[in-house]
Each structure stands twice: as structure tokens, then as C-alpha cells.
């Protein structure tokens, strides 16, 4: 090599070349003086012909971002012939670069991974290049994928050109052109210039919201403009296609005219570095009413003392913020709204802004983020902000009476002793908490009312910490899950499982297209019955995040995590006979190997789980004599770092009987257990549960 050049590169360097060729003429004329001959030669000894220029590196660079900055995402960048020519992870701000050697053969495509999100981009351009990498790049990379699939467009370099994807770029702003023309912006989505700041193209990331959902045939892809609705009970109007569509909608005017004033991305991570300096005090410094910073400490609103903390709040004041309504601060059941505020474990956690994802009727923000501890366990969540004249984030509330959670739900079910019948469903998970008031239930019932006009009748039962859904309106199931779809794992398998499995679906099941064309933020509402009479009836509204998935996009994208070979093969040989697991002496619940090991395991793209539960039956007769015992579910949370726990009996009712009377957290004698449960909820508010079943079905 010489100066980065290879050195037979060198030896024919245009320098020495010319050096040759001149050497080379003056001994032929040497030699033609030699033997008296003259001048006059017709043809002369022709130039050479120029050597090509020698390869160089260029540069990629650009930026990824939702509106926010990808920060922290593993980007990959595949060339033409296969080869990953980079990898590297976006700055904070998003950003990202790499030196591309002289061999890299064009077209690229981009992935950038973060969690379980992630976005593509693509190129045709040689020389230095720059890309970006956003959810509108997803779009186009996906309507040139293979079945709409972006994951797939690096196996598939011949459809990416700079023709085609100048074609789709077109098409997808000609789509928006509403929306961009309400926000003064000209873009180009591929290489334009992106800051993700809030201004030019990131001012239009910041003002929708956007998924593309493969499903296994074509792409599901949803652009929702982030607007203030009307009404708290208002549905979207959201643009919806198809990769696989030849045009594209368009924005509507309605949309646009309602688009909420989104903050810029800097605003919304003022408000969580204000969270992570008020959780990073010690607790004697949050509040006032402790008296040790390892000792956790009880109190209301007016024992947060911190300047950083009170700011937090509209006017400063952790009084003004009141969620189903109940207040900041911390009872001895660890009740309460922040109670983390209170509580030692929390120092040191850590919030980290996810995005601005709808607006409520009154102006307040759903957004979303992640929270890690320190010990580096992790969730993701959601919580409402409201702006002040400048621009300022504060935490508030809600005008809720009730806690309600309504989030779309993948599910694995791994039937453990008849795999054949393992199967997904899809649906939402309708979390409404059996409240009680010494042991009696609180509510008679509650009536969901879906986005698309559907009513549910959802009841308490005894030894459920949950509502379920009563079908014909009188008669509880044991599940709070409306399905919506299933099908077998595999394919081959004649029927559906519904047939095996009496779970609460709609009827019919819906269909892989019914349920791309549910929107997003669809908006569920909520009457509460009380067992009391007196009490007036309350009506609520929930707003999704996300849509429930498809069949397909479940067998396309989503990873599950799963049991551990070795607790796999112990549970079968135990539960194989009978279908469960008998506790046959009063005890807690392990959730490892014989010998301790773990679990559970992560596979690549999977979230790791939060909460580990349990389901199964009291001793028999312990209900009603000569019948099987009243169902029962116990959970607990795990750190994300975790592969193994211990779940401890939890009585949900005086006439709960699953849990020993000796207490300790044990499980009464003749108490079964069926199904184990593996859950996490995503950045997007989907519950991903897997599920290990030992029952059995023929």
C-alpha cells in the first residue's frame, strides 16, 4: 500500500506513466538518429489512454428521528451485495455517520432499532450521501419491499433506485401536501435537512403519528395528525393505506384545521429532565416527611418540598394534580398518585421522553416514556402534561373517578401438553380493578362501549383482582380480554381455536383487514353501575395509543419471550397427568428450575417481561362443595433484568379460599395452577403476553 493505495496502484501512478512514456520516445529517437534516419514519420506513437480515478471512501450521515431524536437506536446500513457496511448507534440528537470504503456497492438500506421500534431508510446515491431515517423513510422503504416488508428490502437491492424511490417520495407528500402546506414546509423526506428540533421537516414528524405494520402479504400503514378533538368522546380521522396501494389518500382538511399546538421536542425533555433532577435528590430532600433516606415515608401533597419536585405541577402545586381521584402523596398500602415521590427505591430513577402522542379535548398531552431504576429495570408508560403560556410542561391529572387502562393485546398461547393447538389471538385487555369495600364489591357492573359502537358488560367475580366480561350480560367469564382474532401457530392446522378454547371473542372473529381499519386512538367509553344505588353512575373515556395488532403482523414482527427449556420439561412432566400443577402442601409459587435456574429468556426482539402471573383454581369443593374452586390470578412484578421470581398468594375476597389460612403469602393445599403468564407492555401502550398453558385440549 502507498497512502491508502494499493502498490501496484502506485507503481502505474499517472506521474510515473508519463515518466515511462517519455523515457520510451527519447530512445527511439536516439535510435533512429543512429541509423541517419530523418523526421517525417506519419504516425506517431499514440497518448495513452488515462487511467480511471483511484476508489475513495465516502461519508453517510443524516438523522433519525420520530419528531423526537432515535436516540441511543443500533443503525445498520446494508449495501448492494448483502454485506453490513455499518453499524453504529444515532447520538443523542439523532444523529449518526459512517465512513463507507471504496468497495460499498449502492443501492443501501438503513435500519435503526430501539426497543422493539424500528425504522428503515434507503439510498441510490453514490458518492457522500446523506439519509435520513424517520417514520415517513419507513413508508416508502415498505411500499418497495417485498410484501410491503422493510425488513426484506436489503435481500431485494434491485428495487431500490433513485427513480423509485424518488416515485414514492413524491406520492407520500402529495398525500401530506395539506398538512404541509398548513405548516409552510417543503420537504424531501430522504435527504432533506432534519434537526430534531421542532423546526422544518421535524416540525411535520412532531405533528403525526405513523405505523407501518407488516402483516406477512403487505404493510398496514396508519398517519394520524395529532389534533385536539372536539370532545372528549371524539374518534380520530386518521389516513390509512396499504404498501401495496397504487394511490395514496389524503390529509383531511377537517384534520388539519383541528392540528394541536405540539410542543418541539426540547420542551417535552425539559419536563423529564426536570423528573430526573427532582427523582435524583435524596428523600429527605423530596419530601419532608421523611426521616431517613433508605426509609420509605407516607404523607400528601404538601410534604413535597423540593423546588424541582414542586415544579413539576401546574402552578407549582402538587395539589393541583388529582388522577382518578386521587392525589399526590403516599398511604401505607403505597396508595396514591406519585407515590414514588415518597418512596426510597425511587432515587435515582431515571424518565426518558418518548413522544407527544394525542391530545386530550382540553388541551393536555398524552406522552409517552420509559422509566429505568437503579438497578436498571425498566417499563414504558404514558402520563398528561399540560403546556403553560411559555411553552413550559407541567404534569396534571385527570377528571377520572376510576382507574381504567384499555390497551390493544398480542397473545402466544403455548399449549405445554398439546402444542399442535398452540395458538395467537389478538384483542384488548380492559383493565378495571374489582374495587371492594369490606369484601363486597363496589360495582354491579360496568358497560364498555368500543370505538366502533360494540357494548360489553363487564362484572366482578369472586378471587379476580379484575372485571370480566360477561358476554350475554349476566354470566362472567374469567377474562377482561375482548378478542378480536385467532389462529394456530401453525399454519396446517384444520380450524380455529375458538373451537377448542372458550375464551370472549367477538362473533364473528374479525378479520386481518377489520382490524387494520380499527384506529389507533380509538376512543372506549365507560359507564360505572354501582352496587350501591344511590350512587350516580360515572362515564369515562379511554384513548388507545395503538390499534390491536393482526394475526399477520403478529406472525410477521412480534417476538415473545419464552420459558426456559429446562422449566419446560419440568412443567410438562408434572402437569402432563392432570393438566395442572396441584400445590399439594401449603406454599408459595417459585417460578424457576428445580435447582434454581432460570425461568424465562429474552430472544433477540423480544421485551423482556414485567409482571409474571399465575392462574388457576381453589381446592375443590372449597367454593361450592363437590365443584371445582372459584378461579383465581396472583401476579407480581419483575425487573426487566429478572429470569425467575416467586409469586405469592394474594386473597382478592372474603370467599377467596386459593391462599392458606396460615398466610405468609402460601397457597392452600389442593390449590391448582394451569397457566403462567409472561407480560410487558411496549413504547406504543401493547401488551405482549405469553402464555405457557398446561391444560390440555383435543
Not at 364498555?448 to 362484572?459: A, D, E, N, R, S
Not at 374479525?510 to 389507533?520: H, S
Not at 396472583?634 to 370467599?655: E, Y
Amino acid at each position: 500500500m502507498t497512502n491508502g493505495v494499493p502498490t501496484k496502484a502506485a507503481d502505474r501512478s499517472p506521474l510515473s506513466s508519463r515518466l515511462r512514456w517519455v523515457l520510451t520516445s527519447l530512445c527511439a529517437a536516439a535510435a533512429l538518429a543512429a541509423c541517419g534516419g530523418g523526421g517525417g514519420d506519419d504516425n506517431p506513437e499514440p497518448e495513452p489512454e488515462p487511467l480511471p480515478p483511484v476508489p475513495v471512501a465516502t461519508t453517510l450521515s443524516g438523522t433519525a428521528a420520530t419528531g423526537a431524536p432515535f436516540a441511543g437506536a443500533a443503525l445498520q446500513v446494508t449495501d448492494a451485495s448483502g454485506a453490513t457496511v455499518c453499524d453504529t448507534t444515532t447520538a443523542s440528537d439523532g444523529t449518526f455517520s459512517c465512513t463507507l470504503a471504496p468497495t460499498v456497492a449502492r443501492p443501501l438500506v438503513l435500519r435503526a432499532v430501539k426497543d422493539d421500534q424500528v425504522l428503515y431508510s434507503a439510498t441510490a446515491t453514490t458518492g457522500d450521501v446523506r439519509a435520513n431515517v424517520t417514520p415517513l423513510t419507513t413508508i416508502i422503504t415498505a411500499r418497495l419491499a417485498p410484501n410491503g416488508d422493510p425488513s426484506k428490502l436489503a435481500a431485494s437491492p434491485q428495487s431500490v433506485t433513485a427513480a423509485a424511490l424518488q416515485a414514492q417520495s413524491a406520492a407520500l407528500i402529495a398525500a401530506l401536501q395539506p398538512l404541509l402546506t398548513a405548516l409552510g414546509l417543503t420537504i424531501d423526506p430522504l435527504a432533506g435537512a432534519l434537526t430534531a428540533d421542532g423546526s422544518g421537516q421535524d416540525k411535520l414528524l412532531d405533528s403525526i403519528s405513523v405505523t407501518v405494520q407488516p402483516s406477512g402479504t403487505a404493510a398496514n400503514i396508519e398517519v394520524t395528525v395529532k389534533t385536539t378533538p372536539a370532545s372528549a368522546g371524539a374518534q380520530p380521522e386518521p389516513l390509512k393505506f396499504s404498501s401495496s396501494d397504487t394511490a395514496l389518500p389524503t390529509v383531511s382538511a377537517a384534520a388539519v384545521a383541528a392540528l394541536a399546538p405540539v410542543p418541539a421536542p426540547s420542551k417535552v425533555a425539559d419536563l423529564f429532565a426536570r423528573l430526573n433532577a427532582c427523582y435524583a435528590l435524596p428523600l429527605t430532600q423530596r419530601v419532608d416527611s421523611a426521616t431517613s433516606d433508605t426509609t420509605s415515608a407516607t404523607g400528601t401533597a404538601g410534604n413535597v418540598k423540593a423546588a424541582v419536585c414542586r415544579g413539576l405541577f401546574q402552578n407549582s402545586d402538587p395539589a393541583s394534580f388529582v388522577s382518578n381521584k386521587a392525589g399526590v402523596g403516599r398511604n401505607a398500602n403505597n396508595g396514591g398518585a406519585f407515590a414514588s415521590l415518597f418512596r426510597s427505591g425511587a432515587t435515582g430513577l431515571q424518565w426518558t421522553a418518548g413522544e407527544v402522542e394525542f391530545f386530550r379535548a382540553n388541551g393536555d398531552m398524552i406522552v409517552t416514556y420509559k422509566w429505568v431504576d437503579s438497578a436498571g429495570n425498566q417499563d414504558f408508560d404514558q402520563i398528561a402534561a399540560h403546556a403553560d403560556a411559555d411553552g413550559t410542561l407541567r404534569l396534571v391529572g385527570n377528571s377520572n373517578t376510576y382507574p381504567v387502562t384499555i390497551r390493544p393485546y398480542s397473545e402466544d398461547r403455548e399449549l405445554l401438553n398439546t402444542p399442535a393447538f398452540s395458538y395467537y389471538t389478538t384483542g384488548y385487555n380492559i383493565q378495571i380493578d374489582n374495587r371492594t369495600t369490606n369484601g363486597q364489591p363496589v360495582f354491579s357492573k360496568v358497560l364498555v362501549t368500543t370505538p366502533i359502537g360494540l357494548t360489553l358488560t363487564m362484572l366482578p367475580t369472586a378471587g379476580l383482582s379484575y372485571l370480566v366480561i360477561a358476554p350475554d350480560g349476566v354470566t362472567p367469564t374469567g377474562s377482561p380480554v375482548l378478542r378480536l382474532a385467532a389462529a394456530y401457530r401453525d399454519q396446517a392446522q384444520a380450524g380455529n381455536p375458538q373451537e377448542k378454547e372458550n375464551l370472549v371473542y367477538t362473533a364473528p372473529q374479525y378479520t386481518d383487514a377489520q382490524i387494520a381499519a380499527l384506529d389507533n386512538n380509538g376512543v372506549w367509553t365507560t359507564e360505572f353501575f354501582h352496587a350501591d344505588t344511590s350512587v350516580a353512575n360515572v362515564v369515562q373515556y379511554y384513548r388507545t395509543v395503538r390499534r390491536a395488532e393482526t394475526i399477520g403482523e403478529i406472525r410477521t414482527t412480534r417476538v415473545f419471550a419464552e420459558l426456559t427449556p429446562a422449566l419446560r420439561t419440568e412443567l410438562i412432566t408434572e402437569s402432563q397427568a392432570n393438566g395442572y400443577v396441584l400445590f399439594d402442601t401449603p406454599e408459595v409459587a417459585f417460578i424457576d428450575t428445580e435447582g434454581g435456574g432460570d425461568g424465562w429468556r429474552v430472544p433477540s426482539g423480544a421485551l423482556a417481561p414485567t409482571s409474571v402471573g399465575i392462574l388457576g383454581r381453589a381446592p375443590f369443593g372449597s367454593t361450592t362443595a363437590g365443584q371445582s374452586g372459584a378461579r383465581y390470578n396472583d401476579t407480581v412484578g419483575v425487573a426487566s433484568t429478572a429470569r425467575k421470581t416467586t409469586i405469592f398468594c394474594s386473597a382478592q375476597t372474603v370467599s377467596d379460599m386459593h391462599c392458606d389460612a396460615g398466610g405468609q403469602g402460601r397457597y392452600a393445599a389442593g390449590t391448582t395452577a394451569n397457566l403462567l403468564e409472561l407480560w410487558a407492555r411496549s413504547p406504543k401502550q401493547i401488551e405482549v403476553s405469553k402464555k405457557a398453558a398446561l391444560y390440555k385440549l383435543q
